[in-house]
């Protein structure tokens, strides 16, 4: 996560915000982590339920409650929403399952991150993937998320900054 400031602060100076689920605050505590953090870490919110979801970051409710929560769409519906949350940016967000849930027909844990990069009120590029963590304990899925996330976030940032 050492390039992750580097790539922030190049010009344009970018901000990010998280939204998160799953992970419940191990993406920001990765982030904060780094040495100079607050120079672009605007802040995050750790939305659990559907209500905090819809209240704090603008998803779809009906969408939402469809899936469980979990979902592409939900996932890229938090990022936007951390965005707008904090006027960062970016904004990474993360939704999932951090262990089975045979009632719900999940077998293994799985989540999806979302990324979202915001200009002026516009958005210029949104990305999600989807990140399975077969046989994973609760604590270990939600690092393996918040990697997960992380490094799709470095990624991107080289591919502008190229």
Not at 26 to 38: E, L
Not at 41 to 68: F, P, S, W
Not at 120 to 139: D, F, I, K, W
Request: with cysteine; charged share 20%.
């Amino acid at each position: 996560m050492i390039e992750l400031k580097p790539l922030m602060l190049q010009q344009p100076w970018l901000t990010l915000a998280v939204a998160e689920s799953l992970t419940c605050g191990h993406v920001q505590a990765r982030v904060g982590a780094i040495s100079g953090a607050s120079d672009f870490l605007l802040g995050g919110i750790t939305a659990y339920t559907l209500d905090e979801k819809v209240r704090h970051l603008g998803v779809n409710r009906a969408a939402a409650r469809r899936v469980d929560c979990v979902s592409a769409r939900v996932a890229r519906e938090m990022a936007l929403g951390a965005c707008r949350l904090f006027g960062s940016d970016l904004g990474l967000a993360t939704t999932g399952y951090a262990e089975p849930s045979p009632a719900k027909g999940v077998k293994a844990p799985f989540a999806w991150w979302a990324l979202a990069h915001v200009r002026r009120g516009r958005t210029v590029a949104l990305r999600s993937g989807r990140v399975e963590c077969p046989g994973a304990a609760r604590v270990e899925t939600q690092a393996m998320v918040a990697a997960a996330a992380l490094t799709e976030l470095v990624e991107y940032l080289r591919q502008i900054r190229a």
